[in-house]
């Protein structure tokens, strides 16, 4: 184990230091004890290695942004004790990882397995929404629950030490660095990419789960070219926690039959050491999907720059939220329409999209200025907006304080009736 600098993650190696190494990625809120009972098999037949997301597991508190950001943190760890070409297997944001790391750095990933993972994890507003509810009230809320969204309730209440450790795993999470990877996975999406996956993938999903569930697995399966599909009965979310033997014996059988060697300029294989081969796992039939076609690419405007305008839907929905934005573009009309293109382009795009204010100075700003001008008509969503861009619900009456010394007590006392409203249902966790 070693704790390591920001640039990179804290990790662990098992197994023989001369066997090829088989990377094991954790999911949000989980931390490497999560693979425990897959190690003494695998380190078998590889050199495992396995890290903890940061804030997870004791690991330092250096919040990460992105999934492309910790994709790069892992292989800065690994460049650094010397690995450069791996398997890879991660659940669920460990998967994301995975995909992360096939997608931008081919060369490094010899096979992959995707668990309980998704090309798109829920809805930006869900993880937004969730990164509120850690922001207002803690990690206690989302520990409590994590056992009915990670075990089928059989295994839930026939294994209450697991469940408690579950519990127990995420309470003990720094709440930055969670909400930091619920802000990764909202802004996470694959979906036009998965055909440039070009390693041999296993999509391993448990029949039972609730999270990302078979459907999601059918879409991997469907849109990256050599996939295959393995359904782990009675098993929910965290997979290789309630089914470990299952899940062993299917990563044992794809790393050991699926493990790709990079080919050199001249087009042959380069020497890499590898298990021995076994028979190759047979995927069931998978059900088409429909295909996703390429990502569009922003169209550029004068000079090459970016239209504002696809700058600014991406804002306006990160700050307002798909739903909110959904039902503003939904209820335009030939009338309206050029309104909302001219908001979308200027006040998100051009003024939104600034680097002088982060944007929880900007809902600062925002919220005083509703209350000076009476626009209360707007004042909800921008409370929402407020607590997404990472204020609180303290700082929010702090801001209305304000406002109410300057702005007058009436306009701000109509504003604190729809703040209260709003924080309150933002910020209720649901059981």
């Not at 007590?409 to 009736?417: D, E, G, Y």
Request: hydrophobic share 40%.
């Amino acid at each position: 184990m070693s704790e390591t600098p920001k640039s990179t993650l804290q990790y662990r190696f098992d197994g023989p230091e001369d066997a090829p190494v088989l990377i094991l990625g954790p999911s949000l809120g989980t931390t490497w004890h999560m693979w425990d009972r897959q190690v003494p098999e695998l380190v078998k037949h590889w050199r495992v290695f396995r890290f903890d997301m940061p804030g997870h597991g004791g690991a330092p508190a250096h919040p990460a942004g992105s999934v492309t950001e910790l994709a790069q943190r892992l292989l800065g760890t690994l460049d650094e004790v010397g690995v450069q070409r791996f398997g890879y297997a991660g659940c669920a944001f460990g998967g994301a990882i995975g995909a992360e790391l096939a997608l931008r750095h081919p060369q490094r990933v010899a096979s992959l397995a995707l668990i309980s993972a998704s090309p798109r994890f829920g809805s930006a507003d869900e993880f937004r929404q969730r990164g509120v509810i850690v922001r207002s009230n803690g990690l206690d809320p989302i520990a409590r629950t994590s056992p009915d969204r990670w075990f089928t309730p059989g295994f839930a209440a026939a294994q209450p030490a697991i469940t408690d450790w579950a519990v127990q795993m995420v309470r003990t999470t720094d709440p930055g660095c969670y909400i930091a990877a619920c802000e990764a996975l909202a802004a996470f999406d694959v979906r036009a990419e998965l055909g440039r996956i070009g390693v041999p993938t296993l999509v391993l999903v448990g029949s039972e789960d609730q999270v990302t569930g078979p459907g999601e697995a059918r879409t991997l399966v469907a849109g990256i070219p050599d996939a295959r599909l393995a359904v782990v009965p009675g098993a929910s979310h965290l997979a290789p926690v309630e089914q470990p033997a299952a899940v062993t014996d299917l990563l044992v059988r794809h790393f050991s039959s699926a493990w790709q060697t990079p080919t050199d300029a001249t087009g042959t294989h380069a020497a890499i050491s590898a298990p021995p081969v076994k028979p190759v796992l047979a995927p069931p039939p998978v059900t088409p999907v429909a295909e996703i076609g390429p990502m569009a690419q922003p169209e550029a405007v004068g000079g090459g720059r970016p239209d504002p305008y696809d700058v600014g839907i991406k804002v306006r929905r990160e700050v307002l939220g798909d739903a909110h934005v959904d039902r503003a573009l939904a209820a335009a009309d030939d009338f309206s329409e050029d309104f909302q293109e001219l908001v979308t382009r200027y006040a998100w795009g051009e003024v939104w999209n600034r680097p002088g204010l982060d944007r929880r100075s900007r809902s600062c700003v925002t919220l005083t200025a509703l209350v000076a001008g009476g626009h209360l008509d707007e004042m909800g969503f921008h409370i929402r907006a407020a607590l997404r861009n990472g204020l609180t619900p303290q700082e929010i009456k702090e801001v209305l304080l304000q406002a109410a010394v300057y702005c007058g007590i009436p306009a701000a006392n109509s504003a604190f009736k729809i703040a209260q409203a709003v924080i309150r249902e933002e910020t209720t966790p649901q059981e």
